[in-house]
């Protein structure tokens, strides 16, 4: 059975806001443990002291390492930009012996297709497809054979250039969706490659995104 300080931790761990926030020194660990209460009474099925609550929390916060927050992300020299692409949809596919072909054949019916935009990823059970909304015909036929889990249209991808060195900085992918998430924004899907992070988004979303992100380029 869990005990509160165990559960304390569990919430913790869970929400990067609070791990930042903790470490960082910027909550009131008695007003944080006056709010965790009714959840933790509810999970642990028993009556929860607020001073056990803060302790708990005492005790994750000398454990936490200190974060340096005024380490900047490193964008790449002259190419440390935002570049934005409209129109984007997703579909993702149930895995199966013939994804491997109906990716080749889909590539093969793009190529034609010059500004246009594909991508595909190959995952454990699925296989997603990223293209702009003028080659989802051409995905449709490739992938006509096979199951189709989920459609998201109507997406803008946001991509940030950033420099190979950031592979070497912890929490730099972090950084970009802890700022979103400040302002609410929801991420439907991320795509990476050594030195690009691109970000989808629902369109409606596409203008406080770029806000966000062109302060991160600014800096």
């Not at 007003?31 to 965790?36: N, P």
């Not at 297709?113 to 051409?138: I, K, N, P, Q, Y």
């Not at 900085?169 to 609410?184: C, F, R, S």
Request: net charge neutral.
């Amino acid at each position: 059975m869990l005990s509160i300080a165990n559960k304390v931790e569990q919430y913790v761990s869970e929400s990067p806001f609070l791990t930042e926030g903790i470490a960082t020194g910027l909550l009131n660990l008695s007003e944080l443990a006056r709010q965790m209460r009714p959840q933790l009474e509810s999970d642990l099925w028993k009556p929860v002291g607020q001073a056990a609550v803060v302790m708990a929390l005492r005790r994750i916060s000398e454990r936490l390492p200190q974060h340096d927050l005024s380490q900047p992300i490193i964008l790449a020299p002259r190419l440390g930009e935002l570049t934005t692409r409209a129109d984007l949809t997703i579909s993702t596919y149930r895995l199966s012996d013939s994804s491997t072909e109906c990716q080749r054949q889909l590539l093969a019916l793009a190529e034609p297709h010059d500004g246009a935009f594909v991508s595909v990823t190959r995952g454990v059970h699925e296989m997603l497809v990223v293209c702009s909304g003028t080659l989802l015909h051409l995905v449709e036929q490739a992938f006509a054979q096979e199951r189709l889990l989920a459609r998201v249209e109507n997406l803008t991808a946001l991509t940030l250039r950033l420099n190979p060195e950031t592979r070497k900085t912890p929490g730099v992918y972090h950084a970009v969706l802890k700022k979103l998430a400040w302002d609410k924004i929801a991420v439907v899907n991320m795509m990476c490659t050594f030195s690009e992070l691109t970000i989808l988004l629902e369109q409606s979303q596409t203008g406080a995104a770029f806000s966000v992100l062109s302060q991160i380029v600014g800096h």
